[in-house]
């Protein structure tokens, strides 16, 4: 089952269920998808857009509710940062596993090999073999710099 159906099929139970909640995040998440999909069409892309563009939606509703918590704790709100962690646990659900830092490693490490980089100018070819491998399974914000310094012999 693909995950557009997993999420159409978990936003089914949460209505028999009753969890107002999970149905709630479950339901902005299909409009993620939607939307990336009618921002497909409008660029001339193909549509349904395929499974790597879903992950990275909702990956990006992770990260963006993860800044929100960073914010509310700040604020001191931690009734609305708990809202928010619960959102992330749910769109999580739907997430492929994270890499572990050991993983994050070697992967870069085998990309490195495999695509045969000796310096810095090979880092966007390193990035994009890693973004077609590791799709959502790991941050490519702090990925950046660890391929950055491996490159440059750090």
Partial sequence: MDLRDRIAEATKDAMRARVGDRLSVLRLMGSAIKDRDIAARGEGQPTPVPEDAVIAALARMVKQRGE???????????????KERAEIAVIEEFLPRQ???????????????????ASLKDMGRVMAALRARHAGAMDFGRVGPLIKTRLSGG
Avoid: K, N, T
């Fill in 99 to 117: 890499l572990s830092e050991a993983e994050v490693a070697l992967v870069i490490d085998a990309a490195i090999a495999a695509e045969g980089a």
């Fill in 68 to 82: 929100s918590v960073r914010a509310y704790d700040d604020a001191g709100r931690a009734d609305l940062a708990g």
